[in-house]
C-alpha cells in the first residue's frame, strides 16, 4: 500500500504513468492505484478533486432530456435540491422509490442464485470462491455476494442501470458523464456477534475512482438491528477526514474513535423500509452495521466520472437486454464501457 512507497516523486511517476496507460489500452493497474490512494490520502482529497475538474473540463454532457424514473421526476426543484444535499451532506434518500413488485422479484432472484460466501476475518482468502445458496436459516458466513454476469443478466438490474432519474442525477454531481461500474447486490447475515471488517462492516472510505457515487438499493426492510447503512455527513469533501485517520491509509476505523472525532449526531443510520434508495458520495465515512436481527440483502450500483482506478474481473452484459437500457445503449455506449 502507500506507507511503504517512501518517495513522493515516484507516486507521482506511477500515477502518470498509470494514467497514460489507461487513456492508451483502457486498463488499470495496481501501482497506478496505489498512487491515487497515496495522492488522496496526503492531500485530504484535494488531489481527486482536481483530477475531476479537469475531467469534467473534457467531456460532453451525456442528454438527458427528461430525468424520470425510480427516483420521480428531478427536471425541477426536486432535482436541485437532491443535488444540494448530495454536495453538502454527501447522501439523499428516497423511501418507496423501487415498487414492492420489483423488490419481490430481486428478492425472489436472490433467494434462488448462487452467491459467493465471504471469508471472514481470520480466515484464509480462498483460491476459489465458496458457492452457496443464501438460507435464512442456515447461514455460512457474515456476507454473500452474487455474481455479477448474474446480476447483469437480471431485467430489474438492467432497467435500473438505464433509469434517467440516476443517470442525471450521477452527471449533474460528477459534472461529467457518468460510467457504470462496480454493480453488486449482497446479504449481511446475522453469523456473528462481532463486526467483520472484510463485509465491510467497520468505517471507511471507498476509492477504487477518482470521484463517484453509489446507489444502494434496500431488497429488505432494515430495522435499528438489520444491519442498518451508516454514513458520516460531511466527511465526503475536501478534508472532509482528518488528516490523523487518513495517514494511516485505506483501512478499516473502529466506531469509537470516527464518533469522537466527528460527534454521534453527525452519524446518519438508514432504517428505512423495502425500496429505500440511498445515493451517496462513499468517498465519506461508511459501513454497513453488524446484523443481530433480520438479514439485509441490498443492491448496488455504482456510477463514477472515469474508469480510472481500481481493477475488476471482467463481465459482460447478455445478448438479451431491456428496451430501456437497449435504448441507451444506442445513444451512450460509453456509460456501459465497463460491461461491453
Known sequence: MWKKIVYPPAHALLFAWGALRYALTGKNGRRAHSAMVYF???????????????ISAWQTPLPTPRPQGVLGDLGGAQGQAALAALRSKGYVTWEGALDAQTCDRLLAFALATPASVRPMDGQAQAAQATMARYDADHPLAVRYDYPVDALLANADVQSLMADASLLWLAQAYLGARPRLDVMSMW???????QPDSKAAQYYHFDLDRLKWLKVFI???????QDGPHSFIEGSHVDQGIPQHFLRRGYVRLQDEEVLAHYGKQREMRFVAPRGTVIIEDTRGLHKGSMVSGKDRLILQLQLSN?????????????????????????????????YL
Open 40 to 54: 488522496f490520502c496526503a492531500s485530504g482529497g484535494r488531489f481527486n478533486s482536481w483530477c475531476s475538474r479537469w
Open 306 to 338: 472515469s474508469l480510472f482506478g481500481g481493477m475488476y474481473p471482467k463481465s459482460r452484459l447478455p445478448r438479451e437486454r431491456v428496451a430501456v437500457l437497449q435504448a441507451q445503449l444506442a445513444q451512450a455506449p460509453d456509460v456501459y464501457q465497463a
Open 187 to 193: 446479504w449481511h447475515t446475522r453469523f456473528h456477534d
Open 218 to 224: 434496500y431488497l429488505t426492510d432494515v430495522g435499528p
